[in-house]
């Protein structure tokens, strides 16, 4: 994509994907590729920016991502695994990451801070198995499941603790889980 991926989204045609061909991360395919490529560039020509598909409700934001995807009939079917939402009651892990990348702003560089007509006070807390595990033993969880349940409990104890920011406490619940502090304070 160059130094302008915003650019690239918008302008590419089909010879210059093939730059693609090799790319490949987990699960990932260049299939895959081709669909989010063909997907963005589509939601981009349509819209601003992804940002007003999140401005009224992160939820219906990320629903409605993943049903324009999914009624894209140049989207492979494969491709769908990748684009989660609260619908199928996922945790939408990376989804909710890359939310937070893009509405919080922090003095680390971090976050990006970038979409500006959504609140950091509207945001999820991105919840994978050390998120989980250190919130449930800090009583703060009750589900056992991680998913999307699971984020709207976490989610709303944490704005308790902090009610303009509660995904602040992300990087803390997820480096004390992976680095077992908590299993370390207990013995």
């Known amino acids: 994509m160059g130094s302008s991926p915003h650019e690239f989204i918008l302008n590419h045609r089909e010879r210059?994907?093939?730059?693609?061909?090799?790319?490949?991360?987990?699960?990932?395919t260049y299939t895959d590729t081709?669909?989010?490529l063909h997907f963005l560039q589509r939601i981009y020509r349509?819209?601003?920016?992804?940002?007003?598909?999140?401005?009224?409700?992160?939820?219906t934001g990320l629903d409605h991502l993943r049903s324009l995807m999914s009624d894209d009939e140049m989207i492979p079917r494969r491709t769908l695994k990748?684009?989660?939402?609260?619908?199928q009651n996922s945790a939408c892990k990376r989804l909710n990451m890359f939310l937070r990348w893009m509405v919080r702003s922090d003095q680390e560089g971090v976050d990006f801070g970038l979409w500006k007509s959504i609140s950091s006070s509207a945001l999820y807390i991105p919840l994978d198995v050390h998120v989980g595990n250190t919130a449930r033993r800090l009583g703060l969880l009750d589900r056992k499941q991680n998913d999307w349940k699971a984020v709207l409990e976490l989610?709303?104890?944490?704005?308790?603790?902090?009610a303009n920011d509660p995904v602040r406490y992300d990087y803390a619940l997820f480096g004390s889980g992976v680095n077992k502090i908590i299993d370390f304070w207990r013995e």
Do not use: Q
Request: charged residues 30%.
């Open 16 to 28: 210059d994907r093939a730059k693609f061909s090799e790319f490949k991360h987990r699960t990932f």
């Open 34 to 36: 081709l669909g989010f």
């Open 46 to 59: 349509e819209h601003e920016s992804l940002e007003v598909l999140f401005t009224n409700s992160i939820p």
């Open 82 to 87: 990748h684009l989660s939402s609260p619908a």
């Open 155 to 162: 989610t709303e104890k944490l704005r308790i603790l902090d």
